[in-house]
T-cell receptor, first 110, second 116 residues
Framework: KNQVEQSPQSLIILEGKNCTLQCNYTVSPFSNLRWYKQDTGRGPVSLTI?????NTKSNGRYTATLDADTKQSSLHITASQLSDSASYIC?????????FGTGTRLQVFP | GAGVSQSPSNKVTEKGKDVELRCDPISGHTALYWYRQSLGQGLEFLIY????????KSGLPSDRFSAERTGGSVSTLTIQRTQQEDSAVYLC??????????????FGDGTRLSIL
């Protein structure tokens, strides 16, 4: 069964700290993996897209990694800001569909 | 506009009524998707349009749900005889072309539907 699991479900950190969000998937055949940021009351916004051959991709303070062998991905946020408070959604693309994780809810406090 | 536009942003209606949700994709984007997001749940795929091809309706939960896309642009999602379990945020997304697997999807801010 195609599944995407994210951990932790929620996370609280202090402004300026780093954090790492995890995504494990059992999706076959694998096409690509995406991370989205979703602010409360808004639609998701794409952060990164990685194909099978890519093992890291950065977008500003966000760095995503992909290990296609272990079927794991992580999203690392450096020097967190209050505006990073949001849900982060991992999405894995199979041949003909996108499988969405339920997200990690991140709260950054001053 | 520059982004995907959805209307209304909020809709409250009584059980049993029909509702129509509208999506204006980014100009030039040929692929359009509808998703449903229930509280605390991941996005649930509903339907996908690509150009003039027959839509992928495999995610529609029942025959009360239907969608159309006129002229390859604006799309309308219709829910007939609404039930309380239909309460959710309905999100629309578009992407540049047919290669939906490697194209970023651009999402609207959704319509929050509440069924009383």
């Amino acid at each position: 069964k195609n599944q995407v699991e994210q951990s932790p479900q929620s996370l609280i950190i202090l402004e300026g700290k780093n954090c790492t969000l995890q995504c494990n998937y059992t999706v076959s055949p694998f096409s690509n993996l995406r991370w989205y940021k979703q602010d409360t009351g808004r639609g998701p916004v794409s952060l990164t897209i990685m194909t099978f051959s890519e093992n890291t991709k950065s977008n500003g303070r966000y760095t995503a990694t992909l290990d296609a062998d272990t079927k794991q991905s992580s999203l690392h946020i450096t020097a967190s800001q209050l505006s990073d408070s949001a849900s982060y959604i991992c999405v894995v693309s199979a041949t003909d569909k996108l499988i969405f994780g339920t997200g990690t809810r991140l709260q950054v406090f001053p | 506009g520059a982004g995907v536009s959805q209307s209304p942003s909020n809709k409250v209606t009584e059980k049993g009524k029909d509702v129509e949700l509208r999506c204006d994709p980014i100009s030039g984007h040929t692929a359009l998707y509808w998703y449903r997001q229930s509280l605390g749940q991941g996005l649930e795929f509903l339907i996908y349009f690509q150009g003039n091809s027959a839509p992928d309706k495999s995610g529609l939960p029942s025959d009360r749900f239907s969608a159309e896309r006129t002229g390859g642009s604006v799309s309308t999602l219709t829910i007939q005889r609404t039930q309380q379990e239909d309460s959710a945020v309905y999100l629309c997304a578009s992407s540049r072309n047919y290669d939906r697997e490697n194209q970023p999807q651009h999402f609207g801010d959704g319509t929050r539907l509440s069924i009383l």
